[in-house]
């Protein structure tokens, strides 16, 4: 892969031709290691993944946006190693995070994932789970037989970043039935459920280059404040983006009276904006499109979009501290600063 410098020089051009790149590299060993899932299982992975279609034919839908690879190669490179190195650990944490979403939308009972049916929704919610299963494990698998540094620590890094993504995920299931829940928890939960992998994608790139453990703390760091700024983009675009630049229903997050960011801040306004907000998500009944749109004008009476987008700008430049303490090679910099503007600035 031709390094980060050669890339165009506008930001997000730059960090959507990184991801690009970082795809062409990762999708030959990505596809190797699902080759080794059974056949029944290696289909739903591959239907998963927008390689093929429920019958086989080429796919029409959107793939993933493969951010977390890309953080575990330019992290690599940035303290001196070799992409190739990196190439174990992108694709565990490309499986978990893939795993991780297959499991999502079962639990939220979303149907669509990026313009296409979700997994579970063309197969079943028993295929969903073991596919998820299946990926998780073929992750640690993948770090296991890559030898080195990685073999050695890279499989406890990644079980502990899932099972802060599985606290996390626990977290947001539990909230969805409490009245209110205080931004700090939020915050919390947001952190396990996104932050954790980021946070150790950043690190197992680190570690494949051996670099010392000042360097692999920062940018662990780093990712874990662009983890959290991600979530909380997320969260806006439930509310404020576009169907078709998420790739979900419009309002899955109000609808579900799930506790994100947002959601959390207005609620604990205690504003008359935030009090209706509440009594209106409190109805035991589900949300009509009127009752919607309804919540989304409170949400923005209370503030909860200027402070959101505010707490966003805030993590992202903790992470960008964090960034330029690791002290990386200057390309690897600046790829990994385009990949923090294009994850917290999109499509808002």
Same mark, same amino acid.
């Given at each position: 892969?031709?390094?980060?410098?050669?890339?165009?020089?506008?930001?997000?051009?730059?960090?959507?031709?990184?991801?690009?790149?970082?795809?062409?590299?990762?999708?030959?060993?990505?596809?190797?290691?699902?080759?080794?899932?059974?056949?029944?299982?290696?289909?739903?992975?591959?239907?998963?993944?927008?390689?093929?279609?429920?019958?086989?034919?080429?796919?029409?839908?959107?793939?993933?946006?493969?951010?977390?690879?890309?953080?575990?190669?330019?992290?690599?490179?940035?303290?001196?190693?070799?992409?190739?190195?990196?190439?174990?650990?992108?694709?565990?944490?490309?499986?978990?995070?893939?795993?991780?979403?297959?499991?999502?939308?079962?639990?939220?009972?979303?149907?669509?994932?990026?313009?296409?049916?979700?997994?579970?929704?063309?197969?079943?919610?028993?295929?969903?789970?073991?596919?998820?299963?299946?990926?998780?494990?073929?992750?640690?698998?993948?770090?296991?037989?890559?030898?080195?540094?990685?073999?050695?620590?890279?499989?406890?890094?990644?079980?502990?970043?899932?099972?802060?993504?599985?606290?996390?995920?626990?977290?947001?299931?539990?909230?969805?039935?409490?009245?209110?829940?205080?931004?700090?928890?939020?915050?919390?939960?947001?952190?396990?459920?996104?932050?954790?992998?980021?946070?150790?994608?950043?690190?197992?790139?680190?570690?494949?280059?051996?670099?010392?453990?000042?360097?692999? =703390?920062?940018?662990? *760091?780093?990712?874990?404040? #662009? +983890?959290? %700024?991600?979530? @909380? !983009? $997320?969260?806006? &675009?439930?509310?404020?983006?576009?169907?078709?630049?998420?790739?979900?229903?419009?309002?899955?997050?109000?609808?579900?009276?799930?506790?994100?960011?947002?959601?959390?801040?207005?609620?604990?306004?205690?504003?008359?904006?935030?009090?209706?907000?509440?009594?209106?998500?409190?109805?035991?009944?589900?949300?009509?499109?009127?009752?919607?749109?309804?919540?989304?004008?409170?949400? =923005?009476?209370?503030? *909860?979009?200027?402070?959101? #987008? +505010?707490? %966003?700008?805030? @993590? !992202? $430049?903790?992470? &960008?501290?964090?960034?330029?303490?690791?002290?990386?090679?200057?390309?690897?910099?600046?790829?990994?600063?385009?990949?923090?503007?294009?994850?917290?600035?999109?499509?808002?």
């Amino acid at each position: 892969m031709d390094g980060p410098a050669a890339l165009p020089s506008a930001p997000q051009e730059r960090a959507q031709d990184i991801l690009e790149q970082v795809g062409v590299l990762i999708t030959p060993s990505l596809r190797e290691a699902v080759e080794r899932l059974p056949s029944r299982i290696r289909h739903l992975a591959g239907c998963h993944f927008g390689w093929w279609e429920a019958d086989g034919t080429r796919p029409a839908g959107k793939q993933g946006k493969g951010l977390r690879p890309a953080l575990v190669v330019l992290s690599c490179q940035g303290v001196g190693g070799d992409h190739m190195a990196a190439l174990p650990a992108a694709v565990a944490v490309e499986l978990v995070h893939n795993a991780s979403l297959l499991h999502d939308d079962i639990i939220d009972g979303d149907r669509i994932r990026r313009g296409r049916p979700a997994l579970w929704a063309a197969f079943g919610i028993p295929a969903g789970i073991l596919a998820g299963d299946a990926l998780f494990f073929l992750a640690a698998e993948v770090l296991l037989d890559a030898g080195g540094p990685l073999a050695d620590t890279g499989p406890a890094e990644l079980n502990k970043a899932v099972q802060n993504l599985i606290e996390g995920e626990y977290a947001d299931v539990v909230f969805q039935d409490r009245p209110v829940v205080s931004v700090p928890d939020t915050s919390a939960m947001a952190q396990s459920k996104t932050g954790a992998l980021t946070a150790t994608s950043c690190a197992l790139g680190a570690l494949a280059a051996g670099a010392h453990q000042a360097r692999v =703390e920062h940018l662990r *760091a780093f990712g874990a404040h #662009l +983890g959290a %700024a991600f979530q @909380l !983009t $997320d969260d806006l &675009l439930d509310v404020w983006g576009h169907p078709e630049a998420t790739g979900k229903p419009r309002w899955s997050d109000l609808a579900a009276r799930k506790k994100t960011g947002p959601i959390a801040y207005a609620l604990n306004t205690e504003s008359p904006a935030g009090r209706a907000l509440g009594r209106l998500l409190s109805s035991p009944l589900p949300l009509d499109q009127r009752q919607l749109e309804r919540a989304v004008r409170l949400m =923005e009476e209370t503030g *909860a979009r200027t402070w959101a #987008l +505010g707490e %966003a700008r805030r @993590l !992202t $430049d903790t992470a &960008l501290r964090h960034l330029r303490a690791a002290t990386l090679r200057p390309a690897a910099a600046a790829a990994l600063t385009s990949l923090t503007r294009l994850a917290t600035e999109r499509d808002q």
